[in-house]
Each structure stands twice: as structure tokens, then as C-alpha cells.
């Protein structure tokens, strides 16, 4: 996260003496990545974040693998996955490696009686239908149709929902989620060709300071395991804070779509990197404006990774039907490419209402079992004419 940012009440030097107004001393924390190495906020809480009061039973959520090895172009109905009411419990891991889960929830209530910190990996949630406010110790986010919620590894956090109809999609990656770096400048500031700016990323605000004792469940994820802590003060007592590492959000909305004479490939859409995969946006757009061009992209051998798309809403050139919600993964050592007919039909066609996410990873993906219960049996078989 390229941006420095700070809320709230904080000394003037760091690791100073910074005390409350009856002269107790204020605790501080550094959050730090890779060791001291990396990006990292000083935080200054109520009390000191290290109080358990008890420690119960984790238990596991380790997705389970279905099939380890595929080379069958797959179909999600994504939509089918049944609502649930805790937020946790919602969540379908689909597609899996050892870089990141893919899942999908459609949680019916806020999280009122807990809070939640994932210290295995950094979280994209995708907010496809619904809307509401990520509350942190940093500040609140509220969000909406088409954000992405970007919430980097140990960040404790509350969703708390407007409406009992949500649908999210979630990418769980164990590596720093970034902005590309082919769109920064070597100060870290997005560059005039970018696809979106600054401008655009919003960050929390809003720091309410939670001064309480008690018993505060915190669950954590580690490992593929759930530990519920019991803490014995609030999680969000932060006074103040400054730093680079926090959550924010992005509106797929706000993507500018880069078009050209001819078909541009799919980097352009490209929204967030790791060393394992990357995340695109496509958006409406115009169409490629060269007198011959053809709109609709050509056909596609995945040689070095799968390709995955989610499905938001509009219309799909390449696509013969679509449901909102669909995923497809179209693995690496196999072709793709348009359906039958949508090659000719997108010829002369000078704008496209598609809204989708796009994943692409370096490492096959595996299915889980829960990805085989809402799997089109005959997408394969699609192309035939």
C-alpha cells in the first residue's frame, strides 16, 4: 500500500512518551511485515493488546480438496451457494492452491458477537451484491456494489451489513496484495497512465476509540485453523495511529478501462499483483475503433497459468450465456476462447456493458468438494457449435 496515513492522536516522536490524561501511559504497538522490512503503522491503544483471558479449542477450515489435478474447463454456479447467516460460517472455498483460496459468502448478519483477524493471509473482498461498514481499531470503510476491501494479514476487523441479501466474493492470498508496479513511479505514486489513482482509494476514517474492559472474542486464522481468543479488552481501543499498513478500499467503478485500435490483452484490466497470481477488472469500455477490428478476443492457450473469471453483470461478447455469479477456470495446457457466433456478432459492435473480475494464478488451482456441488457439468462441452 503506497500511501502514508494517519488518524487520530499521536506523539510527535515515535516511541516516546505519550500518556492519557490521568498520566497512564498510552501502550504502542508496531505492526510490522516481513520482520522490520517491509510496511508497518505504529498504533497507540487504551491498554496494551496482550491481555488473553482464554484461549479455546481451535478447529479446522482447511478447504477440502476434491480434485488435486484437472484439465477440464469448469463452471460455477456461484449464485447457488446457499445464504448463511454468520459471517464465517458463509464462506465456500471453491478454488484453492498453496498462493490463495478463492471463496464465496453470502452472509445474512453482521458480526456483532465477534470480531475476526485472518494472520494467514492477506483478504480481497469483493462486494458483488450488498452494502455496509468495515470497522477496525484504523477507522471505518463503508462499502457497496463493486468494492473491493482490501485487508492486509492481522488487521482485526467487523463487517457489520445493511441488508440480510449479501454476495461477496473472497480472495485469500498469502502473499502482500499490491498495486501493480509497472503503474508506479519510483516514489510509489500511481503514474498518469494508470488505470485508477489515488483519488480513488479510499481509506479509513472515523477512528472511534472503544476505552472497555471485558470479554472481547477475537477468532484467528492461522494455518488453516481457527483459534478463539477471549480477550479482556476491546480490540478497537486505538487512540491513534500512522503508518502504511491498513485496510482500504477500491471501487471497481472507478476503473478506467485502457482501450485501442485493436483488442487489448488482459494486463491492461490489470488492478492488483502478488508474486503468484494477478487480479483484473474488466469494465464497460469502448470497442477497438480499427475499421476491421474484431472486438471479441481471440482464442487463448494458457501455457504458464489458469485463468479464472467471475462473472458481476452486463453483457459478455465471448460468452453465449452467463449467470451473475458464474466462475469459470480455464486451466494452463489447453485452449479457450469465444463461443460459437460471438466472434461475427461482435464485429461492428462499438461498446461493452461487461463487469467482471479476473484472476490468474501462477499455480494450478485445485476444486474443493463444496466446488463440485455447484459445478455445470457440460460447460466443457460449450463450444461445440
Given amino acids: 500500500m503506497p500511501l502514508y496515513h494517519q488518524l487520530g492522536k499521536i ?94 459468502a453470502a452472509p445474512q448478519q453482521s458480526m456483532d458477537t465477534y ?36 485487508i492486509p494479514r492481522g488487521v482485526i476487523y467487523q463487517i457489520s451489513f445493511d441488508t440480510d441479501k449479501n454476495r461477496l466474493f473472497i480472495v485469500e492470498s498469502f502473499e502482500p496484495i499490491k498495486t501493480p508496479k509497472r503503474y508506479r513511479n519510483e516514489f510509489g505514486q500511481l503514474m498518469e497512465h494508470a488505470p485508477f ?37 476491546h480490540p478497537f481501543d486505538f487512540v491513534g495511529w500512522d503508518g502504511y499498513h491498513y485496510p482500504w478500499a477500491f471501487s471497481i467503478h472507478d476503473f478506467m478501462p485502457i482501450t485501442g485500435m485493436l483488442h487489448q490483452p488482459p494486463p491492461v484490466h490489470q488492478t492488483f499483483e502478488t508474486n503468484s497470481f494477478v487480479l483484473c477488472s474488466f469494465c ?42 458464474q466462475i469459470t477456470l480455464h486451466p494452463g495446457g489447453i485452449p479457450h476462447g469465444p463461443h460459437p457466433g460471438t466472434v461475427e456478432k461482435s464485429i461492428g459492435q462499438t461498446r461493452t456493458e461487461e463487469l467482471a473480475v479476473m484472476i490468474d494464478p501462477f499455480r494450478p488451482l485445485m476444486l474443493t468438494e463444496q466446488a463440485l456441488e455447484i459445478e455445470d457439468q457440460d460447460y466443457y462441452k460449450s463450444w461445440i457449435n
Avoid at 201 to 230: C, S, V
Wanted: proline residues 7%.
Fill in 197 to 233: 489513482c489515488e483519488r480513488d482509494i479510499r481509506r479509513p476514517q472515523n477512528l472511534k476509540t472503544y476505552d472497555e474492559a471485558g470479554d472481547f472474542e477475537i477468532k484467528i486464522k492461522k494455518q488453516g485453523l481457527i483459534y478463539p481468543y477471549i480477550y479482556g479488552t
Fill in 284 to 325: 464497460p469500455r469502448m470497442y477497438d475503433y480499427h475499421p476491421d477490428s474484431i472486438p471479441a478476443p481471440y482464442n487463448h492457450s494458457n501455457v504458464d497459468s489458469d485463468e479464472v473469471l467471475y462473472y458481476v453483470d452486463g453483457d459478455f461478447m465471448s460468452r453465449k450465456s452467463v449467470e451473475r455469479g
Fill in 11 to 104: 506523539p510527535p516522536k515515535r516511541h516516546t512518551v505519550f500518556r492519557k490524561d490521568n498520566g497512564e501511559l498510552f501502550s504502542e504497538e508496531l505492526v510490522s511485515t516481513h520482520g522490520f522490512s517491509s510496511v508497518y503503522s505504529l498504533v497507540y491503544h487504551c491498554y496494551p493488546p496482550t491481555i488473553v483471558k482464554e484461549i479455546k479449542e481451535p478447529y479446522d477450515v482447511n478447504p477440502k480438496i476434491a480434485r488435486e489435478k484437472h484439465l477440464k474447463h469448469t463452471s460455477l454456479r456461484g449464485f447457488q451457494v446457499k445464504p448463511q447467516k454468520d459471517f464465517l460460517e458463509s464462506r465456500v472455498p471453491v478454488l484453492v492452491n498453496s498462493d490463495l483460496h478463492i471463496s464465496l
Fill in 115 to 150: 470480531f475476526y483477524k485472518n494472520s494467514q493471509a492477506d483478504e480481497v473482498i469483493f462486494v458483488h451484491e450488498g452494502s455496509g461498514t468495515l470497522k477496525t481499531g484504523y477507522g471505518e470503510i463503508p462499502f457497496g456494489y463493486g468494492d473491493y476491501l482490501v
